[in-house]
């Protein structure tokens, strides 16, 4: 499923930069650009993108107003502010993440692949919604992320384990990630240390036992 999205901001080259990082990352298009909050509200109605990527250094009006005026579509505020209440008053207004000005296109990258995760989680969630669903749809952990681990790749590695039959050891979670299988093992340990995933080690006839892990539902 192609996201797509808008991508508004006062200066011309600014966009066309955000809109080059955003064109680099699978599964994301862009559907267009704006320059002011008027002209991203006009936007919104007419291209019905599924992402705005919003700043609120607008010439007519903040940014904030704009959040405040759009509905049915997500927000990713992207600003050179970094004052509390205005961080404060993006995440009132509901903006699903928010990256301060310069950033770079790995860092973008970054937080569209963890917003396309969320959207394939709420695609595979039924009718009745779990409180693990829940939980990891708004990123509660119960272990805090270790130094070098991303949160993207970790929704990837969780997704991976989630929808396997059974349990999965690190090798085959890294052929499914593209991952390295001693990346996938952090990732892995980190799930097992949130109490989202266990440890099930096999036991074979000679040597250590396998170490296979299995989604906590």
Not at 37 to 65: C, K, N, T, W
Not at 117 to 122: G, K, P
Not at 191 to 215: I, K, M, N, S, V
Request: net charge positive; hydrophobic share 45%; aromatic share 6%.
């Amino acid at each position: 499923m192609t996201v797509r999205v808008l991508v508004v901001d006062d200066d011309f080259m600014v966009a066309r930069i955000h809109g080059g990082y955003v064109s680099k990352v699978q599964g994301f298009e862009v559907v267009g650009t704006a320059h002011t909050g008027a002209a991203a509200l006009d936007a919104v109605a007419r291209e019905h993108p599924d992402l705005v990527l919003l700043d609120i250094y607008l010439p007519d009006m903040s940014g904030l107003e704009v959040l405040n005026r759009l509905r049915g579509v997500d927000v990713l505020m992207i600003s050179a502010a970094r004052d509390l209440p205005t961080v404060r008053e993006a995440m009132r207004g509901g903006a699903i993440s928010y990256l301060i000005k310069p950033f770079t296109a790995a860092a973008l990258a970054e937080r569209l692949t963890q917003y396309a995760a969320t959207r394939r989680q709420l695609t595979a969630i039924g009718p009745e919604v779990r409180q693990d669903d829940i939980d990891r749809l708004f990123g509660v952990v119960r272990a805090p992320l270790p130094k070098g681990l991303s949160s993207a790749t970790c929704a990837l590695v969780a997704d991976a384990l989630r929808q396997a039959a059974g349990d999965l050891s690190a090798s085959e979670a890294a052929a499914l990630t593209g991952l390295s299988r001693v990346s996938a093992r952090r990732y892995l340990e980190y799930l097992c240390a949130a109490g989202r995933a266990e440890l099930r080690p096999r036991y074979g006839t000679t040597g250590r036992p396998e170490h296979r892990y299995r989604w906590m539902s």
